[in-house]
Nanobody
Framework: VQLQASGGGLVQAGGSLGLSCAASGRTFSNYVMAWFRQAPGKEREFVASIRDSVDNTYYADSVKGRFTISRDNAKNTVYLQMNNLKPEDTGVYYC??????????YGQGTLVTVSS
């Protein structure tokens, strides 16, 4: 099982970035996919999750209304569109599979830096 996240970068506050995460090794359409993030000096925290469609999503309060999670099961890929970014959104973003193991299965992260 491999998860490859991409799309991170440097953006000014108020800007947008889109992240993607390609999964390989098996079909993940039956699993919940999620994004987590870890800010410098802080613990990793939940950002958003999606079960089978955009009609079945869940967001952290801090990103609700600004971030949108989606997935393309045919491509085994999950996305995170981030709008109106804030400096406190800075961190390493990880995609994860929920339910494959007792704990989330994380991929390598991608760094998002939001300048003020």
């Amino acid at each position: 099982v491999q998860l490859q996240a991409s799309g991170g970068g440097l953006v000014q506050a108020g800007g947008s970035l889109g992240l993607s995460c390609a999964a390989s090794g098996r079909t993940f359409s039956n699993y919940v996919m999620a994004w987590f993030r870890q800010a410098p000096g802080k613990e990793r925290e939940f950002v958003a999750s999606i079960r089978d469609s955009v009609d079945n999503t869940y967001y952290a309060d801090s990103v609700k209304g600004r971030f949108t999670i989606s997935r393309d099961n045919a491509k085994n890929t999950v996305y995170l569109q981030m709008n109106n970014l804030k400096p406190e959104d800075t961190g390493v973003y990880y995609c994860a599979i929920l339910g494959l193991k007792p704990q989330p299965t994380y991929g390598q992260g991608t760094l998002v830096t939001v300048s003020s």
